[in-house]
């Protein structure tokens, strides 16, 4: 079956005619501002030999990526920790749970931050230091997000950007220019899936060739992760620390992710966003800072982020990507990239640090709080970062998933996309 998923993919893909010229080159993408043409699939050579020499699991978002049979390097390091996995079930939708014991740290259930099993580190729930934003955006690269990253760039703001393996694999231009642009890039999975209801070997290979697809593309290695929906527990942390990944979760929730879903409104999301620009100026964040959950989406998430900006960054005395604000210097494995430690951002921006707390020597995931750690009004206490799959564009253009090929405009150069999709056959 997931080989007649990709022959339809590729026949999907062919379907469809462009009349423009592909972009090659992360400087061609970023000039481009129309937001249906940003979208028009590309191949890059890079991608599409990595795909037909079958490097990655296919690109169908109905296929389960189930273990890393295809990676020599997966397959080894994987049996390297597979003793070593917290004995832990593997959670079904709508089983039981031990709340109140919560032996696994089941964030999903309880928002435990700060595992109960040894040798695991905690989770980055919110900023150590006082009055500061852990500014950052789930789900990209968005194909249409230059007019979001212009106006970053504009701003002079860098953000904690997670991508979805498959996104970064369909828009690798995007993800370049992130890495330009000077964000730090964590992980966000492969297909935005449940991890605690993956076994062992999916939930490992979801965020190895995540990891794989970001180096092949920036060149970088990233050290940070933030599991889809917040779903996680102690195994899945193993997991990703065995992988060098800090996982990051959030003390603010946007929910701009369910516009439009369960009767959430654009007004009420702007209500969240008020809310958190006024916990920072009545004193709420003054012991410690936020981390927010936000998303590069669709159109309206990056638009909200726009229009809040200016009272986040009047709101806050500093807005930071998390690496920054956990003063963690080295954001990859790559020693050639490095950030100011906190103190050095806070004195370069007119500003000192004010705390002598955790954030002011950390350089992993400490985390000031315990048990739950999203004990604030404005922070999530559910599932709540659902959005991975669905990218909608400006008005006219067409809605694009993170593999759906149907909506997809091939390029003229992205006839490349029907060989290395028709090679992924040979996954299955």
């Given at each position: 079956m997931p080989a007649l998923k990709t022959i339809l993919l590729g026949a999907a893909l062919l379907s469809v005619v462009a009349g423009q010229t592909a972009p090659t080159t992360e400087e061609e993408e970023a000039a481009i501002l129309d937001g249906t043409q940003e979208c028009v699939a590309y191949g890059l050579k890079l991608v599409t030999d990595a795909l037909a020499a079958n490097q990655f699991p296919p690109l169908d978002?109905?296929?389960?990526?189930?273990?890393?049979?295809?990676?020599?390097?997966?397959?080894?390091?994987?049996?390297?920790?597979?003793?070593?996995?917290?004995?832990?079930?593997?959670?079904?939708?709508g089983g039981t749970y031990d709340n109140a014991g919560d032996p696994d740290c089941y964030w999903t259930e309880t928002q435990c931050v700060v595992p109960k099993h040894t040798g695991i580190k905690p989770d980055i729930a919110m900023a150590p230091e006082p009055r500061t934003l852990g500014y950052g955006f789930d789900d990209g690269p968005a194909c249409d997000h230059n007019v979001f990253y212009n106006y970053l760039s504009a701003q002079k703001q860098q953000a904690t950007m997670f991508y979805i393996g498959k996104n970064v694999i369909w828009y690798p231009l995007q993800a370049m220019?992130?890495?330009?642009?000077?964000?730090?890039?964590?992980?966000?999975?492969?297909?935005?899936?449940?991890?605690?209801?993956?076994?062992?070997?999916?939930?490992?290979?979801?965020?190895?060739?995540?990891?794989?697809?970001?180096?092949?593309v920036t060149g970088l290695t990233p050290t940070c992760w933030r599991p889809p929906h917040g779903d996680v527990d102690d195994r899945i942390r193993f997991i990703a620390q065995s992988l060098n990944l800090d996982t990051v979760m959030w003390r603010f929730d946007a929910f701009d992710w369910e516009n439009g879903q369960n009767g959430i409104t654009p007004t009420q999301i702007q209500g969240f966003y008020d809310k958190l620009v006024g916990d920072a100026k009545s004193g709420a964040l003054d012991s410690n800072g936020a981390?927010?959950?936000?998303?590069?989406?669709?159109?309206?998430?990056?638009?909200?982020?726009?229009?809040?900006?200016?009272?986040?960054?009047?709101?806050?005395?500093?807005?930071?990507?998390?690496?920054?604000?956990?003063?963690?210097?080295?954001?990859?494995?790559?020693?050639?990239?490095?950030?100011?430690?906190?103190?050095?951002?806070?004195?370069?921006?007119?500003?000192?640090?004010?705390?002598?707390?955790?954030?002011?020597?950390?350089?992993?995931?400490?985390?000031?709080?315990?048990?739950?750690?999203?004990?604030?009004?404005?922070?999530?206490?559910?599932?709540?970062?659902?959005?991975?799959?669905?990218?909608?564009?400006?008005?006219?253009?067409?809605?694009?998933?993170?593999?759906?090929?149907?909506?997809?405009?091939?390029?003229?150069?992205?006839?490349?996309?029907?060989?290395?999709?028709?090679?992924?056959?040979?996954?299955?």
């Open positions: 978002p109905t296929t389960p990526v189930p273990d890393v049979r295809n990676d020599t390097a997966g397959t080894q390091k994987f049996q390297e920790i597979e003793k070593s996995i917290p004995n832990i079930p593997v959670k079904t939708e220019r992130a890495a330009k642009d000077g964000h730090e890039i964590c992980v966000h999975t492969w297909s935005h899936g449940y991890m605690t209801q993956m076994t062992n070997e999916q939930a490992f290979a979801e965020l190895w060739y995540t990891i794989k697809a970001i180096k092949l981390i927010i959950l936000a998303h590069e989406l669709n159109n309206f998430t990056m638009q909200m982020a726009m229009d809040n900006y200016p009272k986040i960054k009047d709101a806050f005395d500093y807005v930071v990507p998390v690496a920054i604000a956990m003063n963690k210097t080295q954001p990859y494995a790559e020693t050639s990239v490095t950030l100011p430690s906190f103190s050095e951002f806070a004195a370069a921006n007119g500003k000192s640090s004010s705390s002598s707390g955790p954030g002011s020597s950390s350089t992993g995931n400490t985390n000031t709080g315990s048990g739950s750690g999203n004990a604030d009004a404005g922070s999530s206490s559910g599932n709540s970062d659902t959005g991975g799959n669905t990218n909608t564009t400006t008005a006219g253009s067409t809605a694009k998933g993170t593999g759906a090929a149907s909506s997809l405009r091939l390029s003229s150069g992205a006839s490349l996309w029907l060989s290395l999709l028709l090679a992924a056959v040979a996954w299955s």
